[in-house]
T-cell receptor
Framework: QQQVKQSPQSLIVQKGGISIINCAYE??????FPWYQQFPGKGPALLIA?????SEKKEGRFTISFNKSAKQFSLHIMDSQPGDSATYFC????????????????FGTGTQLKVEL | DGGITQSPKYLFRKEGQNVTLSCEQN?????MYWYRQDPGQGLRLIYY???????QKGDIAEGYSVSREKKESFPLTVTSAQKNPTAFYLC????????????FGQGTRLTVV
């Protein structure tokens, strides 16, 4: 059962354009939504994250938009650059202290972004 | 520098063999995780451990085994029972019960020959 759905699977954007990747989740207990960036042959690294008490978070050219009622969140990359070409994963997790679920992340299936010159 | 070290980077396994992937962290994190990555399928959780001497199955635990004898170490054994072991394996860690950044290792690419 996939609890985080990510789209599109791949994306090609021209240099300077805006890249948009969308995710939707089902579990209302999720309370932390990170985005990870992964370059070929490397492990994912945290890019930006949001908690559900805010609707938007911006860090440089990267912005997360969060819609709690729709259970959706998205990553916007402004002024996309060739160096942004990578695979992006959205994820979600919850504290789940009482059930002992710990902090394990549920990942989307990934979006392969290519930024062309 | 603090971080997660996975070894080896590349591993080749013959049919019927068990192989063990190493994961070590010096971040003093309580929780550690193993994920498998296949093209188009994202990261799928194999096993996780919230504390020493305790671990839980993830979504695709069949054919895998783990141990957590030390806080710093969480090795993954891919057994001969795993029918399709060729994949990229990622180890991660987080502080316990805190929704903060998960740190990943650089991964081990396992290929069955």
């Amino acid at each position: 059962q996939q609890q985080v759905k990510q789209s599109p699977q791949s994306l090609i954007v021209q240099k300077g354009g805006i890249s948009i990747i969308n995710c939707a989740y089902e579990n209302t207990a999720f309370d932390y939504f990170p985005w990870y960036q992964q370059f070929p042959g490397k492990g994912p690294a945290l890019l930006i994250a949001i908690r559900p008490d805010v609707s938007e978070k911006k860090e440089g050219r990267f912005t997360i938009s969060f819609n709690k009622s729709a259970k959706q969140f998205s990553l916007h990359i402004m002024d996309s650059q060739p160096g942004d070409s990578a695979t992006y994963f959205c994820a979600a997790t919850s504290r789940a202290i009482l059930t002992g679920g710990g902090n394990k992340l549920t990942f989307g299936t990934g979006t392969q972004l290519k930024v062309e010159l | 520098d603090g971080g997660i070290t996975q070894s080896p980077k590349y591993l080749f396994r013959k049919e019927g063999q068990n192989v063990t992937l190493s994961c070590e962290q010096n971040l003093n994190h309580d929780a550690m995780y193993w994920y498998r990555q296949d093209p188009g399928q994202g990261l799928r959780l194999i096993y996780y451990s919230q504390i020493v001497n305790d671990f839980q199955k993830g979504d695709i635990a069949e054919g895998y085994s783990v141990s957590r004898e030390k806080k710093e170490s969480f090795p993954l054994t891919v057994t001969s029972a795993q029918k399709n072991p060729t994949a990229f394996y990622l180890c991660a860690s987080t502080p316990q019960f805190q929704n903060t950044e998960a740190f990943f290792g650089q991964g081990t690419r396992l290929t069955v020959v």
